[in-house]
């Protein structure tokens, strides 16, 4: 089984495929992981393994930790292109997030004010009024929609809540109109011989109905990179996502 990735509370710089030379920030614990999903293509591996014995790293240490990191990459001049919220689950859970948000855009402006604040979010916590503001605050409001059919949703996302639905997903994403990034991952598979494919035409369908909905800043589409916990998820190619891209494209979306 899959085990969490992150070790500490600030990793990197990585270089990511979507968004360049990026500096990590992880508001989950580094030895478990906790989020409101447990995808079957997660990479951090299953909910079941634990929450770990740490915690949620306190607001003032992840301060801490990025002044002391920022200020060391300014004096050596590295590049960064962006600092994201990543980590071992949803980062949004955090009782602080909110704050943290607001303490890494200033330390964002005073040491490296070119780099991009992102956050990589499931969605899940749209209508806590609170993570809402602060997702509108950040520069890259990335947040997930795989499908907009529930019940293949609930196959791939695995949500906690039995409430979760595509339909209130929408609806919660269309409160970010033009300013968020919406990330749909695509894949195939089965788990527990339930099986699960997000790239027929009635899914890509149904997504291109919902992006218009929600009328995104852009979209991303994007495969399986790492191993992941269910072992019959299939990698989509690169042919299969350009010909899905094509057809979100030529439905007005932009596509990154």
């Known amino acids: 089984m899959n085990r969490v990735l992150f070790h500490s509370t600030i990793f990197g710089p990585i270089h990511s495929r979507r968004l360049g030379t990026s500096l990590g920030i992880n508001l989950l614990p580094d030895d478990g992981k906790i989020c409101s999903f447990d995808c079957v293509y997660c990479e951090a591996g299953w909910n079941a393994q634990g929450t770990g014995t740490t915690g949620f790293p306190p607001r003032e240490k992840v ?41 890494v855009i200033a330390l964002r402006n005073f040491f490296a004010p070119n780099a991009k604040v992102s956050v990589l ?14 997702l509108h605050r950040v520069d890259n409001n990335i947040l997930k929609l795989d499908s907009a059919i529930t019940s293949t949703l609930r196959s791939i996302n695995r949500p906690n809540s039995p409430a979760f639905t595509a339909e209130k997903v929408i609806d919660d994403l269309k409160r970010f109109s033009g300013q968020c990034i919406v990330q749909t991952l695509l894949t195939r598979g089965s788990w527990q011989g339930r099986p699960f494919d997000n790239t027929t035409e009635s899914e890509v369908d149904a997504l291109i109905a919902a992006y218009k909905e929600i009328s995104p800043r852009s979209v991303m589409l994007y495969p399986v990179d790492r191993a992941t916990p269910a072992p019959d998820v299939v990698k989509v190619t690169a042919e299969e996502i350009a010909a899905i891209a094509d057809r979100v494209r030529a439905a007005g979306i932009e596509v990154y």
């Open 63 to 103: 301060a801490s930790m990025l002044e002391e990191k920022l200020r060391s990459m300014a004096e050596n001049n590295e590049r960064l292109d962006v600092i994201t919220f990543s980590g071992n689950g949803e980062p949004s859970l955090h009782p602080e997030f909110p704050e943290i948000i607001d303490d």
């Open 121 to 134: 979010s499931n969605a899940t916590r749209l209508d806590v009024e609170r993570v809402a503001d602060a």
